[in-house]
């Protein structure tokens, strides 16, 4: 069966600290995989998806990137949080085919401060 | 614009007693909706699919329909386990499209 981890859980950082948030996939090959984030009393925002290495999709202008270096792994980055960035942040994958759900992790609680 | 809206935003039931959450939207090019069940500090948890108006999936308490304009996820006889937030998600051009939730508490 598959299995999507992300790590950490909790993460508390200084306004300006650079950030790098992981996420693997166990059991499939070739999904796609997305990141979210989602703000108290907003719904979930979409920030990046990849359908493949090294391809990226970035749906928000902001100061996030993303990466995929390997078929089952997606990187979330920043090279300077703001304060803004705080929120709770959910990988996601699904298989590549067209209109199949998405399947996420437990989330990372980020915190600036 | 696409817009999907879920109502109620929170819902409060006795043990047993059976309710509906609704999920209205208004999409152009459905793909799909999905349902998910999300609990306080985890990601949410996938229940059902759905592709076509008149469709309907069943999974222990809960039914999900779905019409042209809008899907219901009906829960009969909750449990106080089936508190959680329930969340409707239209796909569209592979993109899903959240709604905000309807917050379920049921009561022993």
């Known amino acids: 069966s598959q299995t999507i981890h992300q790590w950490p859980a909790t993460l508390v950082q200084p306004v300006g600290s650079p950030l790098s948030l992981e996420c693997t996939v166990e059991?499939?090959?070739?999904?796609?995989l997305y990141w979210y984030r989602q703000a108290a009393g907003r719904g979930l925002q979409l920030l990046f998806y990849?359908?493949?290495?090294?391809?990226i999709s970035s749906e928000v202008p902001q100061n996030l990137s993303a990466s995929r270096p390997q078929d089952r792994q997606f990187i979330l980055s920043s090279k300077k949080l703001l304060l803004s960035d705080s929120g709770f942040y959910l990988c996601?994958?699904?298989?590549?085919?067209?209109?199949?759900?998405?399947?996420f992790g437990d989330g990372t609680r980020l915190s600036i401060l | 614009e696409d817009q999907v809206t879920q109502s109620p935003e929170a819902l409060r039931l006795q043990e047993g007693e059976s309710s509906s959450l609704n999920c209205s939207y208004t999409?152009?090019?459905?793909?799909?909706l999905f349902w998910y069940r999300q609990d306080p500090g985890k990601g949410p948890e996938f229940l059902f699919t759905?592709?076509?108006?008149?469709e309907e999936k069943e999974k222990e308490r809960l039914k999900a329909t779905l019409t042209k304009k809008e899907s219901f996820l009906h829960i009969t006889a909750p449990k106080p386990e089936d508190s959680a937030t329930y969340l409707c998600?239209?796909?569209?051009?592979?993109?899903?499209?959240w709604g905000l939730g309807t917050s379920l508490t049921v009561n022993p």
């Open positions: 999409v152009s090019g459905l793909r799909g």
């Open positions: 059991g499939t090959s070739n999904p796609n």
């Open positions: 996601a994958w699904s298989a590549l085919d067209d209109n199949q759900p998405q399947h």
């Open positions: 998600a239209p796909l569209v051009d592979r993109k899903l499209i």
């Open positions: 759905l592709y076509s108006a008149g």
């Open positions: 990849s359908v493949g290495i090294g391809q």
